[in-house]
């Protein structure tokens, strides 16, 4: 089934194709009653009748056409089904027949057509027998034959509110899945990782896949996505061979129905914002009273105020759908504008979406074009760069008595202490922009020339084009400190992936069974090139970054540029297959064999195998006395992914022009070796296993899911030292280690109030995923059990980390610090002998670091509630995390008295009640800086009122709603925000004191809806 066919009731209405299917065959559902109204004849005063023929067409309660409606003569086993577009024709006794129509999920009808021949029939959800459908690899799946670990959110459940991206949306709805995004910069993007981390070479992300195609969650607008589906497991992720070994995120966006009247919807949004905290550092009286090691220079200026502002965000999206009898479609623009609150700092978007589906052939073929573009722009600051450039670091530094200007209208610079610079002549003095444009256009061609056989083949091109650029002008720290005439810098990355897939699936269904099969072939092509160019000494500010050739050092032979240019390729074979029976025993199996370029001789394939069983214990008949059970379903799958190495070519031996030689009275640039051949390079593989239980009591008012999983990844990547010669290169990369990931995960889901005028809806998910690093060598790779990781950056350049065989990753690493000495120097704990001893210099190795803390959180919580009275609706999601560490830098860096920049106030207290500490005592990581990071956040609160539009002709829905955002936090965390973004995975815990500080936003906003 081609992926853009995935809205959620036309999916739906594919799969109930097979159960009505059954029906036809002579399988019935039930008795059936009546319809009130309904006068029934005697069989015998029909046969007497002459033959009628009846024509029309079956839809939901939203005028979607319904495929595969079981129509049948009442008493005969006369009947037919309807097509795709739910148009019908039978030929029936008489005028007083009794004509059922009957569809799993929707309550029966029973209709005598009388004088007419055509009959336009609606038919209602009933709420006892509806069964949705979800989004599984390549098609969807009956909820109720689902065996894996699959989690659907959809639109009406989406968190709104100033999203930045996809994954915003489903903040703390998906138990395993851990969304943050600890920045409050308008261009960061959520960090997802599901299930724990499972590589120490490669990506940690899921595979995304926006309408079948792989993107990201900034591809398409959060407005224009009809349901978010992931795929947990490895039993349901295995089909996506080497991508799938962080699970699989499918983005399906909205779509037009047939035969539905043009719908235009209208949504907008301001939002204003400011940091959600800020820390607290001496001011210019705590100067002038000696608390710092500044002079009193005679200004009083708020260097972070300087430099930021109120941040405003507005965000406008129109889109329309619809349908006729042969034609489908839908389009949308949205134009988001985001001005972070540092200055400077923004986001520009105008994303759009154009969806057409064309029915042919009697509905045997169907051709969709689906396009989606992204342009987005943004200035180029150094706001959330690492190091001494960043913005915030030096407003927060800097001595708060001196000047931003000199008198002559000059910056106020102060070269003579290390690494200062004034922050708003780094804001002003540098200028540029980057600019993305992305696109994705993706054809499908459906062939269905036997009912329940479906041929799809999948064209799709995604290209992307970036240009970046700045300057630096004469006054910018770097010019007036190196002496240079301005800087500038230009790059350009473009890269195309196309995607050819082809998809075959037939759907059967015999007796009390139900059959599914799908096989395919998938091919897709990546290549990635760009170039760069650097160059400095120009004769006037004037030209920018534009006129990059007219700065003196190309001539001096100083400058510089750089180009590059790589592929690969990605080949898979793949089927799956599905058995029911008797809505009780279900079984899938499914198997992808692969193909990459990125691997080396010896394993250019892979093969990637699953299977997975169901079994629905309240449908035995066991199970009838327990009338309270609505579902009682155990799960159990068992799959195996990759993940695909990072780059191209690194099986291959590659080379560099680099070192210079003397040849012949010249200099020539040599070649050197930059990586090893390795023909044996292939892919890391988890084999997981995975076990559910899925719950439903008290007419489904109250649910629950529990997944328990282990996951074993082998053959993880990672670069071995080895001797040169005989080697080219002094490393290797092998497939080597080995990294275990266990955990459980709960969903719980409840209605406790439903009456006629107020419901409340709530859902609670948690997880818990332990994490160990079983083994690092082999027979013919050998490295240290250990490696220390994470380095605090200057002056302190300390390990924080430790990664180690036998342990779990994020585990810190340093001095442990018990008290301060009469000196105010830091008494360590020696770990052999256990003594204190006061801190010297010596004892900065390992012979005194020990284990200190983890900075992965054990439990993550999330917590979503819905509440709807007459014409309002309230919404608060929360989410937590707990039993994890975190290093606050900014005290371990400014909670100090030796150094020359400003500090915390908080470097005036007592430590360890006993006194402040010496300015003698260098800055340096002990434990003293580590901090529980438990913490309860109110991620996300919207009041809304939707008017009565019941007497505006042309008016469907109007909605206001207000939202905040990251209102509170209790937490005993004393740092900016305990939810970090943890996108470094060997730092993890790590409060960055270079990172853009979380923000709080306040949101107005109105959707409406015309037809």
């Given at each position: ?7 959620n ?25 009546a ?29 979607e ?5 079981n129509?049948k ?56 027998l ?51 995004n ?20 490669g ?99 708020d ?6 502002q ?11 759908n ?56 943004n ?8 190091g ?33 610079y ?13 600019k ?36 630096n ?15 500038a ?22 007796g ?5 099969a799908?096989v ?8 990635y ?20 050739s ?92 990759g ?51 899925d ?62 005028d ?45 990664l ?5 990753l ?7 610090s ?21 801190f ?70 007592l ?20 901090e ?12 809304g009122?939707n ?19 990251n ?14 973004t ?9 409060d ?20």
């Amino acid at each position: 089934m081609n992926v853009n066919q995935k809205t959620n009731c036309f999916s739906k209405s594919l799969f109930r194709l097979a159960a009505c299917t059954l029906l036809t065959t002579g399988i019935g559902i039930g008795q059936v009653s009546a319809h009130p109204g309904i006068t029934e004849k005697a069989s015998s005063e029909a046969s007497q009748q002459a033959a009628v023929l009846i024509k029309g067409r079956v839809v939901d309660e939203k005028g979607e056409g319904l495929v595969g409606v079981n129509i049948k003569e009442k008493g005969t086993s006369n009947g037919t089904i309807t097509n795709s577009d739910g148009t019908y024709a039978l030929d029936v006794k008489g005028q007083n027949s009794v004509i059922v129509f009957s569809y799993v999920g929707y309550a029966l009808q029973e209709i005598i057509p009388g004088n007419k021949k055509y009959l336009s029939v609606t038919l209602k959800e009933d709420s006892k027998l509806v069964d949705e459908v979800v989004v599984i690899g390549y098609g969807t799946q009956r909820k109720g034959d689902v065996t894996s670990a699959v989690s659907t959110v959809k639109a009406e459940n989406f968190t709104f509110g100033n999203a930045q991206d996809a994954a915003a949306l489903i903040k703390g709805q998906v138990a395993g899945l851990s969304v943050t995004n600890g920045s409050g910069d308008p261009n960061a993007t959520s960090n997802i990782v599901l299930r724990g981390i499972a590589t120490l070479n490669g990506t940690t992300t899921p595979l995304i896949l926006v309408d079948g195609v792989p993107g990201d969650v900034s591809t398409v607008a959060p407005e224009n996505i009809e349901a978010i589906d992931v795929l947990k497991d490895a039993s349901a992720a295995a089909i996506y061979g080497t991508r799938g070994a962080n699970g699989v995120i499918i983005i399906t966006t909205k779509k037009g129905k047939r035969e539905q009247k043009t719908e235009v919807n209208y949504s907008s949004y301001l939002s204003a914002s400011d940091f959600y905290k800020q820390s607290e550092f001496m001011s210019a009286e705590d100067v002038k009273n000696g608390k710092t090691a500044f002079t009193d220079l005679g200004s009083t200026t708020d260097w972070v105020k300087a430099v930021t502002q109120t941040g405003f965000t507005q965000n406008h999206s129109v889109s329309l759908n619809g349908g006729g009898t042969n034609s489908v479609y839908s389009a949308g623009l949205t134009y988001r504008n985001q001005d972070g609150v540092i200055k400077k700092t923004n986001s520009k978007d105008i994303k759009g979406t154009f969806d057409l589906t064309q029915y042919m052939l009697n509905n045997i073929a169907k051709l969709n074009i689906n396009y989606l573009v992204s342009n987005h722009s943004n200035n180029v600051t150094t706001a959330s760069d690492a190091g001494i450039t960043n913005i915030y670091r030096q407003a927060l530094i800097h001595n708060p008595t001196a000047p931003i200007y000199n008198t002559d209208g000059s910056y106020y610079e102060n070269f003579n202490v290390y690494q200062y610079y004034n922050p708003v002549a780094i804001l002003n003095e540098k200028s540029g922009e980057n600019k993305t444009l992305t696109s994705q256009l993706t054809t499908n061609l459906t062939v269905e020339p036997i009912k329940g056989w479906q041929t799809n083949i999948m064209l799709s091109r995604n290209s992307t084009y970036g240009s970046y650029g700045y300057y630096n002008t004469q006054n910018y720290y770097s010019s007036t400190s190196l002496g240079l005439n301005g800087s500038a810098y230009r790059s350009d990355d473009n890269s195309r992936a196309d995607q050819l897939e082809i998809t075959s699936k037939y759907m059967t269904s015999f007796g009390k069974s139900r059959v599914s099969a799908l096989v395919g072939y998938s091919y897709n092509y990546n290549v990635y090139e760009g170039g760069s160019s650097y160059n400095y000494d120009f004769p006037t500010d004037a030209y920018g970054y534009n006129n990059i050739s007219a700065g003196a050092a190309l001539k001096a032979g100083k400058a510089s540029m750089s180009s590059y240019k790589n592929d690969n390729k990605l080949i898979g074979y793949f089927g799956r297959m599905s058995y029911a029976y008797d809505d009780k025993y279900n079984l899938l199996l499914s198997v992808r064999r692969e193909g990459s370029s990125k691997f080396g001789e010896n394993h250019k394939w892979g093969t990637f195998p699953s299977a997975s069983v169901g079994w629905t214990i309240s449908n035995e008949p066991f199970m009838k006395e327990l009338n309270w059970i609505s579902n009682l379903k155990l799960r159990s799958g068992y799959g195996v992914t990759g993940e695909i190495p990072s780059s191209s070519y690194l099986s291959l031996t590659t080379y560099t022009y680099g070192t210079y030689y003397y040849s012949n009275g010249s200099w020539v640039s040599g070649l050197s070796a930059t990586t090893n051949p390795n023909p044996d390079l292939k892919w890391e593989k988890s084999a997981e296993f995975n076990l559910g239980l899925d719950l439903s009591v008290l007419k489904d008012r109250l649910g629950a899911t529990v997944d328990f999983y282990n996951k074993n990844t082998s053959d993880m990547l990672w670069s071995y030292n080895v001797p040169t010669p005989p080697n080219l290169y002094g490393t290797t990369l092998a497939n080597v280690g080995k990294m275990r990931n266990t955990g459980i995960e709960i969903a719980i889901n409840a209605t406790p109030i439903k009456t006629k005028d107020f419901e409340w809806k709530t859902t609670v998910t948690a997880s818990h995923n332990e994490n160990k690093l079983v083994s690092l060598s082999n027979d013919l790779y050998e490295t240290t059990n250990y490696l220390n990781t994470g380095y605090a950056g200057d002056p302190i350049s300390l390990p924080t980390h430790r990664l180690e065989v036998g342990k779990s990753l994020g585990n810190f690493w340093g001095l442990k610090s018990v008290g301060i000495s009469d000196n105010g120097l830091w008494l360590i704990e020696n770990p052999k002998t256990g003594k204190a001893e006061e801190f010297n210099a010596n004892m900065l190795n390992d012979d005194y670091r020990q284990y200190l803390g983890n900075g992965i959180p054990k439990l993550i919580m999330g917590w979503n509630n819905q509440f709807k009275y007459k014409r309002f609706d309230l919404s608060l999601s929360f989410n937590g995390q707990f039993g994890y560490q975190i290093l606050n830098e900014e005290r371990m860096f400014y909670e100090n008295n030796s150094i020359a920049y400003n500090r915390l106030k908080s470097a005036a207290n007592l430590v360890y009640g006993k006194r402040t500490l010496s300015s003698s005592q260098s800055q340096t990581f002990v434990s003293y800086y580590l901090e529980n990071g438990d913490f309860v956040k109110l991620n996300n609160i919207t009041f809304g009122y939707n008017f009565d539009t019941n007497k505006l002709k042309f008016v469907k829905k109007v909605r206001l709603y207000v939202t905040g955002e990251n209102l509170f936090c209790i937490t005993g965390y004393s740092g900016l925000d305990p939810e970090l973004t943890n996108s470094d995975i060997y730092s993890y815990g790590n409060d960055s004191r270079d990172k853009y500080p979380t923000i709080r936003s306040f949101t107005f906003g109105v959707n409406i809806t015309l037809n």
